[in-house]
């Protein structure tokens, strides 16, 4: 994966839950599924996804909560 | 130091020769004004028969999905102390090992950020800290990191893996459990801090039939130890055991599956038969030993009764030779554990345990997926029938070959 790919990637996976804002909850696992299908022309892969979750939560730009279940968010 | 609340219910739990959370909670209060607060919270619950805390929202350390359970009281007017009640679970070191040293600079971290309460351990394994305001994780999760300690796992993520005092201090062990849970948690950080899963996941490893983790109820994969030989006799201490205990009555008598006899040649084992349950080893543990060839059972599909009834684990890989596969890092397990995950991942549903899943798809559509081959051996129980119907073995007209 390119960084510009990995730079989109991210980009849309902040974009899918600012979308989303008090809407619907997304679990880490939906995301991974969402933009593996998105991006697969890319060459993105589940591991790609899960690594740019993780960046995005270790830099702050999203955050985990939890209701039943875990999800991701936007920090309050 | 005076109550604040009174608490008469509570009082009563005070009373019997036995120790008492409520005297505990009350010595952590003459610290802590939150922990005073929480007594006043537990007596109101006590009156109205319902509790008053809410758990979950959004209450994490910075890149970490697990590791602290938020919990807030729903009445934070009248007690403010507990208003933000968080749990730090902090992954323990296998077979709950520890100095007094860093046991005292845990409880240091607690006393000074925290209501002074703690579990050792949680029912996962993990060490609690109880009591923590959301602006005080982040310095306790620093804190405890200089230490060398990390979070445990919490939310639908894998939880902090645990395992018996194994080859440590355990002459049972038949393999090593600590070292197999060390190395799986170390391997499986990413899964445990940063939930991806449908729900939680949790391993437990046991070094013998004895299953001091309770895998078998509590894991969502259970790893027992037993072996493939026979069980080693000393004849000697046997008739030792003769003269103190009846065998007929409490060793022979109370075996599973009357694989065992006794009379004056000595004690006679149909080890084929044996079913590993440890019981005769538990009573005469200076006669009867495990035998040499050491392994695991792998068992899958334990859970609590949450979303639907309780379940224990299955088996699914009837022996597996774990030391072998610990010189190669224990790749095999882990590749095993991989196709789990991605079946689970595929196909379960929000809030579905692996067990629940397989009941729901069938353990035939699973081994596929996985790649594993049906053995008789895979039984929910031992000497249970096995769930795999063997086609070949039958006609078309149901007969029998």
């Avoid at chain 2, 909670?25 to 109205?48: C, F, H, N, P, W």
């Avoid at chain 2, 890149?63 to 807030?72: A, D, H, K, P």
């Avoid at chain 2, 493939?228 to 060793?251: F, G, P, S, T, W």
């Avoid at chain 2, 009357?258 to 019981?279: A, F, Q, R, V």
Wanted: proline letters at 4%; a neutral charge.
């Amino acid at each position: 994966m390119t960084d510009e790919t990995k730079a989109q990637l991210e980009e849309a996976i902040v974009n899918l839950i600012k979308e989303f804002t008090n809407k619907k909850r997304f679990k880490p696992g939906d995301i991974v599924k969402e933009m593996e299908m998105k991006f697969s022309v890319n060459g993105v892969t589940k591991d790609d996804v899960k690594a740019a979750i993780r960046d995005l939560t270790d830099s702050g730009r999203l955050i985990y909560g939890y209701a039943g279940g875990s999800f991701l968010s936007l920090p309050e | 130091m005076s109550k604040k609340h009174q608490t008469p219910l509570l009082d009563e739990l005070k009373k019997g020769k036995w120790p008492s959370f409520v005297t505990e909670i009350e010595r952590a209060a003459e610290k802590s004004e939150m922990t005073d607060d929480l007594l006043g919270q537990v007596e109101q619950s006590y009156k109205e028969k319902m509790g008053h805390w809410k758990h979950g929202g959004m209450v994490g350390v910075k890149g970490y999905g697990g590791g602290i359970v938020g919990r807030f009281s729903d009445l934070p007017e009248k007690y403010p102390g507990v208003k933000e009640f968080h749990t730090v679970r902090i992954n323990q070191p296998s077979g709950f090992f520890y100095t007094s040293d860093i046991l005292r600079k845990i409880v240091d971290v607690g006393d000074k950020h925290a209501s002074s309460l703690y579990n050792f351990h949680g029912s996962t394994g993990d060490i609690q800290i109880l009591g923590v305001k959301t602006s005080e994780l982040e310095t306790i999760f620093q804190q405890l990191v200089s230490f060398g300690f990390d979070l445990g796992g919490s939310g639908s993520a894998l939880r902090t893996p645990s395992c018996c005092v194994g080859m440590a201090r355990c002459e049972f062990a038949n393999y090593d459990a600590m070292n197999m849970c060390y190395n799986i948690t170390q391997a499986f950080q990413d899964e445990m801090h940063r939930p991806i899963f449908n729900y939680k996941f949790k391993f437990k490893f046991s070094g013998c039939g004895n299953d001091c983790t309770a895998s078998i109820a509590r894991a969502d994969l259970s790893v027992i130890g037993t072996w493939k030989d026979n069980i080693r006799i000393d004849q000697d201490m046997v008739k030792e055991y003769a003269k103190k205990i009846n065998l007929h009555k409490y060793v022979t008598g109370k075996c599973p599956t009357k694989c065992m006899s006794y009379d004056e040649t000595g004690l006679k084992i149909d080890d084929s038969n044996c079913s590993k349950c440890m019981h005769c080893i538990n009573v005469m543990p200076k006669a009867l030993r495990p035998g040499v060839k050491g392994g695991v059972t792998i068992l899958l599909g334990s859970k609590a009764p949450m979303v639907s009834g309780p379940r224990l684990s299955m088996v699914l890989v009837p022996f597996y030779d774990v030391a072998e596969d610990a010189k190669n890092g224990y790749q095999w397990f882990k590749d095993l554990i991989g196709k789990i995950w991605e079946f689970w991942d595929e196909y379960g549903v929000s809030r579905e345990r692996v067990g629940e899943l397989i009941q729901r798809v069938g353990i035939g559509n699973f081994l596929e997926a996985i790649g594993l081959e049906p053995l008789p051996e895979m039984v929910s129980s031992p000497r249970g029938n096995p769930f795999v119907l063997y086609e070949e073995y039958v006609e078309a007209d149901g007969e029998k070959n």
